[in-house]
């Protein structure tokens, strides 16, 4: 609570003495504050009074006399403490140092570092989930901020420093507004970079403030997002595979087998609609659709399979003629080597039954009594004279047709058209066999897509046999020296006797063994591959039973109105076949067959589920800009100091920079100030800033805008 001294009053003939220096108190005592003061200098003879009364005093006539008529002392300031002058120094070298500029200097040095290690951490990576939705855009967007905010603060200091050093040398007065509207926006800056073009270092600045206009759409280039596949951490994805094919039918007396429905079925849909894929109608697990496989030189994993060949046998086709006229064709019975001109030993004929009957056909009712044989397959053997085949083969057929040429468009045009074709004959061999498939697998929106490395193909564990039908337990078996474990090659190591880790009994052609004393190495039982016995005799004799003397027939010779097997019409192609299109055919019978082998064998290749991500991509060249404006202001902000401090004014300026108030304790001198009282107008003002030359110089008033002449 402030209380008020008591006044002194009619304080008379105080001689007036020559002013002293005023006392300082001690530290930490204010000095009290005179509120309210009257002085008379008329003669009096009352004396000072401290209580109120009046003291009479007579003073030497040639003194005045000092009337004081009111004195109130307050002393309400005692209650508050001094200002600490440590922190007003603190203060002062914290401006006149520049420390907080430097600050910032390096606090946009550090979001330039943090934007980048964020960006390294993420690319090419999943995006992020992060709380409250943030997303790696919008923390891009506050680095980009807090590191824009950091540099127009350094450069506004910088021109605002380089104002005064400008002023330091006779300039156009209005360039002090051209320098101020530097630091408030980049059209100040443009208007700064025409109107100051020889001060480089604050035209510099000025460049860089325009320039920060675009670090804003630049940062969001930095990131670009795309649909990426990421691993799904707990999930396993598993595609079916197999060492052998042990149940594939039954025994129904001895030397004949029936093959089960699963199998049959396949082998139909093979030859008759197969898929565009073979691969589709494997069953898989991959929880997302999207899943991969490890793999070494594209090769994933093997399996036991069924492998084909197709040869070209139109070389081997003979003329029948009769009455020396061409009525047919025959392909003889390669298997045994027998004399080519004999047609008693034709594997099969094609072309006209009876001359007496050839010509038009009296009705298309029935086909039953047809005259024209249009294709007709037959079992043969895959190793006769003249063929050497690297393989041991399951079942092998040779089939020969009639074909249109291929000027003769049947397959668009009218099917009647093929009468008027002219035709020829053509032949080929197909063999199946066993073989270990090596394949480089995916799983890609839900559909497998598998392609095949490499085979090998199984042997006949009995050498001399000829084939599964004549010969009782006959199967086909292969050792390997090494197997493919998660997608890399592992040796398979061997033993010269049983143990539990190789059980395997294998000859010295590498297949399981025959006789009991045979010399033998015992392999692990993943190291073996084996078609067994009765499967294989199963799957021999349904093929029999599908491609051995089952033609197709036709009442006249048209090739698209034929009868008979419905699985040999897709192999004719309505008298179009050629050895590409017999090549997709016999694929598509190996691929369904194999489908079935792998998923009736309990092994699994094992990979890793994926799913569909959208993941960022660092295009680092938008990076430029805002990397090339930090560095650019650093230089700006140390080429400021150094040049401001060669200027004889930098010890009184050096912490004014933008300041308002240092034009107002040091602006134009007492000349100026009366020459443009009276210009009031902003548009006025800066017309005669125009035509007034001004110097920043020190004066006995402290530092003032001087005019001097123009040059």
């Known amino acids: 609570m402030t209380t008020e001294k008591p006044t002194t009053e009619h304080i008379e003939n105080a001689p007036v003495q020559e002013a002293r220096p005023k006392s300082t108190p001690a530290p930490g005592i204010e000095s009290p504050h005179i509120l309210s003061t009257s002085v008379s200098t008329e003669p009096s003879d009352t004396k000072l009074s401290i209580d109120g009364s009046k003291v009479d005093s007579k003073c030497d006539g040639s003194l005045p006399k000092v009337t004081v008529q009111s004195l109130t002392i307050d002393s309400s300031?005692?209650?508050?403490?001094q200002a600490p002058k440590r922190t007003t120094r603190m203060l002062k070298n914290f401006e006149e140092r520049w420390i907080f500029e430097t600050l910032?200097?390096?606090w946009a040095a550090f979001m330039l570092f943090a934007m980048i290690i964020t960006l390294v951490i993420h690319q090419e990576k999943s995006v992020p989930s992060w709380p409250y939705s943030i997303s790696i855009n919008s923390l891009i967007s506050v680095f980009t901020a807090l590191m824009k905010a950091a540099l127009m603060v350094i450069v506004a200091a910088a021109i605002s420093q380089l104002k005064w050093h400008w002023f330091s040398e006779p300039h156009s007065l209005a360039d002090l507004e051209h320098f101020d509207g530097a630091t408030r926006g980049p059209w100040g800056a443009c208007i700064l970079m025409l109107a100051a073009r020889k001060h480089y270092l604050a035209s510099f600045g000025a460049l860089i403030t325009i320039l920060a206009l675009a670090i804003d759409?630049?940062?969001?280039?930095i990131i670009q997002y795309y649909t990426c596949i990421e691993s799904v951490p707990g999930s396993v994805a598993s595609l079916p595979r197999t060492n052998n094919y042990t149940n594939g039918g039954f025994l129904s007396k001895p030397g004949f087998a029936e093959l089960d429905s699963i199998m049959a079925a396949a082998m139909y849909m093979g030859t008759i609609?197969?898929?565009?894929?073979?691969?589709?109608?494997i069953d898989f697990d991959c929880s997302t659709g999207n899943c991969t496989f490890p793999a070494i030189q594209n090769a994933t994993f093997s399996t036991l399979g069924i492998c084909y060949s197709v040869l070209d046998l139109a070389s081997h086709i003979r003329p029948n003629i009769t009455q020396n006229i061409t009525v047919g064709y025959w392909l003889p019975d390669l298997s045994w080597g027998m004399p080519a001109d004999n047609m008693s030993y034709a594997e099969a004929n094609v072309g006209q039954d009876n001359l007496a009957t050839s010509g038009p056909a009296q009705s298309l009712v029935t086909i039953a009594n047809s005259h024209w044989k249009m294709l007709q397959p037959k079992k043969a053997l895959e190793n006769g004279p003249g063929f050497t085949p690297d393989f041991d083969a399951l079942f092998t057929f040779d089939t020969i047709m009639l074909k249109v040429n291929s000027s003769c468009q049947v397959m668009d045009g009218d099917m009647h058209l093929s009468e008027s074709c002219e035709k020829h004959p053509w032949a080929f061999r197909a063999s199946l066999y066993p073989c270990i498939k090596t394949y480089q697998s995916t799983i890609l929106k839900s559909e497998p897509k598998e392609d095949l490395i490499s085979s090998s193909p199984l042997r006949r564990t009995n050498g001399s046999a000829i084939e599964v039908t004549t010969t009782a337990n006959l199967t086909y078996s292969l050792a390997t020296d090494r197997i493919l474990v998660n997608g890399s090659w592992q040796d398979c190591q061997t033993s010269d006797y049983f143990t539990d880790s190789t059980p395997v009994p294998i000859s010295v052609n590498k297949t399981l063994q025959l006789y009991p004393k045979e010399p033998t190495l015992w392999y692990p039982s993943e190291c073996v591959w084996m078609l067994d016995y009765v499967p294989?005799?199963?799957?021999?004799?349904?093929?029999?039973?599908?491609f051995d003397e089952s033609p197709l027939l036709a009442v006249t010779s048209n090739t698209v109105i034929t009868a008979g097997s419905i699985w040999l019409k897709p192999l004719y192609r309505n008298g179009t076949a050629d050895l590409d299109s017999v090549t997709e055919y016999i694929d598509g019978l190996a691929s369904a067959m194999t489908v079935v082998i792998r998923q009736r064998g309990s092994g699994r290749v094992l990979g890793t589920v994926q799913r569909s991500q959208t993941c960022i991509h660092v295009n680092w060249a938008w990076m430029s800009l805002p990397a090339g404006l930090v560095g650019l202001t650093i230089?700006?902000?140390?080429?400021?100091?150094?040049?401001?401090?060669?200027?004889?004014?930098?010890?009184?300026?050096r912490s004014w920079r933008c300041s308002s108030l240092a034009l107002l304790f040091h602006g134009c001198d007492d000349h100026m100030r009366q020459k443009m009282s009276k210009t009031v107008s902003n548009s006025e003002m800066m017309k005669a800033s125009?035509?007034?030359?001004?110097?920043?110089?020190?004066?006995p008033n402290g530092l003032r805008f001087l005019e001097r002449a123009n040059a």
């Open 77 to 81: 300031t005692n209650d508050h403490p």
């Open 104 to 106: 910032c200097c390096l």
């Open 217 to 221: 759409p630049f940062s969001q280039q």
């Open 273 to 281: 609609d197969p898929p565009m894929n073979p691969s589709s109608n």
């Open 536 to 546: 294989a005799l199963a799957l021999n004799q349904f093929l029999s039973w599908m």
């Open 635 to 653: 230089l700006l902000f140390a080429c400021t100091i150094l040049s401001c401090r060669r200027s004889s004014l930098w010890n009184s300026t």
């Open 690 to 699: 125009e035509t007034m030359v001004v110097e920043l110089k020190r004066t």
